[in-house]
């Protein structure tokens, strides 16, 4: 009866160090894609799977100090609304935002970016560039 009783316990005890044991991986996808490249400005888009309903951080890199950025997202496969993207910046020359995109029937769903640069010498510069997310 005794070794019953301690074998239940052990037992117990396994199951519930395995349980304990089982979280989910922490790991994050560090890999990113560029989406716009000049001598000027430089921006990119992580993780580079641009996978939907996951938190993507966008970058926006210049030469010259910025003193604002606003930008957008629209479906370019399918409507999809419109997605602000919020810009802040880091330094006076590199600037992030996080954003998040809606899963549709397009597992590939294509993308239209707008990205308005105004920078503190008052010059702007408008980016529009297309890219495709993901379902993971």
Not at 55 to 72: G, K, R, V
């Amino acid at each position: 009866m005794l070794k019953a009783r301690q074998l239940r316990w052990v037992s117990l005890l396994f199951l519930l160090s395995c349980q304990l044991g089982c979280q989910p991986s922490q790991h994050t996808d560090q890999s990113e894609l560029l989406l716009y490249d000049s001598t000027a400005e430089r921006l990119t888009i992580s993780p580079a799977t641009v996978p939907v309903e996951s938190l993507l951080t966008m970058q926006l890199q210049a030469l010259a100090a910025i003193a604002d950025i606003s930008a957008e997202v629209t479906g370019d496969s399918m409507y999809m609304g419109r997605v602000p993207v919020r810009f802040d910046p880091l330094t006076d020359n590199l600037w992030q935002a996080e954003f998040l995109l809606g899963a549709c029937t397009d597992p590939n769903m294509r993308w239209r970016l707008m990205v308005k640069i105004r920078y503190q010498d008052g010059r702007e510069v408008l980016i529009h560039q297309t890219f495709q997310s993901s379902w993971r």
